[in-house]
Structure formats: C-alpha cells, structure tokens
C-alpha cells in the first residue's frame, strides 16, 4: 500500500514539474513576442492557457484524491497540502504570462518606445525565481526556496525603475506616448506580480519541510 503511494507522489511530482516548466516557457514566449513583435507567437501562448488550466485541475483532482484514499499524515499531508497551494500559483503565473501576450498584440504593430533592456533582465529573473521555486520544492531544498525569497527585491527594483522611466521620462513629457508605454508598464507589472507569486510558492515550500511560517515574518529566515 505504501509503495503505491510513493509512486502516486512520484507521478504527482512529475505533473507539478511539468506545470512549473510550462509556465517558465510561457513567460519566455510572451517576452520573445515582446521582443520580436511577433503576434502568432502572443497567440500561442494564450492558446497553450488552456492545456494549463487543464493540467491545474488535474493536480487539484489528484491530491484530493490522495488525501481521501490514503489519509496521509505529517510531512506527506503537508507535501500534498503544498502541492495544490504551488499548482495554483503556477496557474496564476501562467495567466499573467497570457496577460503579457496580450499586451504585446496590443502594440506589435506600433513603433517601439524604446529599446528593451530592463524588462527582458526582469523577465529572467520571473524564469528563474520560477525554476529554483520548483526545485525547491522537488528537491525539499530549503536553501533554494530562501534564494528565491532573496530574489525579489531585485525584481522590485526593476519593476520601479521601468515604471519611473516610462512614467517620468515618456508619458509626461509627451502624453501621446501613453498607447505604447501603458502596455509596457503593465508588463513590467505582470513580471513582478509573477515574482511575487513564486516567493508565494517558496514560503510555502519552507513551511513544507520546516514546519515553519515565513510568510510576513522575513526575520525567521
């Protein structure tokens, strides 16, 4: 009975991977788009939204399952308990990469503004924060999830600074610049928001192994 198991969670770890890389290559698509103007490249990332939410239930469906059939307790109940909380996340992350295909569809067809530096450098970051926080998770790596956590005031930082230089050194001075430069500040806005929604999955991946709440609490780690 407990071997079935084990090999239930193993197969649990391998969805929560895949969603984790499904939603690290949708933020790398939506900026490419960005980057590249490139439309169908937008649209295929909206449409591979679906196949996400697809798989986002079907992890949800699994662990309640899980939890009913075999009543796990301590640290398996709390990988399972875990396991919805970062699926959901992962699906949030997904959307905002939609959000940003989006945007961009909004603007491929418009000079560009400016050239682009901080947003792709912010966009790494998300993909990364991304990829370390599922590790982190795979791996019970309690150091990875903290290096995530310690990413994102970075993150911050260039959210600003995007923010202040299209607001201050664009719009401002030049109203007419708004229909390009609102698109690329929602984009920088997504980014981060992305980030934020990983550091959600770290904290939740410390409380996992250790048992202990870091959210609201950065002094305990």
């Given amino acids: 009975m ?4 084990d090999e239930e969670l193993k197969e649990l770890h391998r969805d929560i991977l895949k969603m984790g890389v499904l939603a690290q290559e949708a933020i790398y698509k939506s900026i490419e ?11 295929e990332v909206i449409k591979a939204d679906d196949k996400i939410d697809e798989l986002e239930l079907s992890i949800d469906e699994r ?14 109940l709390r990988f399972l308990t875990t396991g919805m909380k970062i699926n959901a996340e992962l699906e949030r992350i997904a959307d905002l990469a939609l959000d940003i295909s989006q945007r961009v569809l909004e603007i491929a067809d418009k000079p560009l503004l400016k050239p682009l530096v901080d947003i792709p450098k912010l ?11 599922i590790n982190a998770f795979i791996k019970r790596d309690v150091d990875l999830a903290k290096k995530v956590l310690l990413s994102d005031p970075e993150a911050d930082r260039l959210r600003n600074f995007v923010s202040d230089e299209l607001v201050n050194d664009y719009m401002a001075k030049d109203p ?3 229909d390009r430069a609102v698109p690329l ?12 929604h990983t550091t959600n999955i770290a904290e939740d991946v410390i409380y996992m192994i250790e048992a202990k709440v870091v959210k609201h609490h950065p002094e305990k780690l």
């Fill in 2 to 5: 407990q071997r079935h198991f």
């Fill in 185 to 196: 500040l929602l984009i920088a806005r997504h980014l981060e928001r992305i980030c934020d």
């Fill in 63 to 76: 662990c309640i399952d899980l939890i009913a059939r075999h009543q796990p307790m301590a640290s398996d």
């Fill in 176 to 178: 007419k610049t708004a």
């Fill in 33 to 43: 788009a960005l980057k590249s103007r490139d439309k169908l490249l937008a649209q």
């Fill in 123 to 133: 966009s790494v970051i998300a993909q990364n924060m991304v990829r370390d926080a």
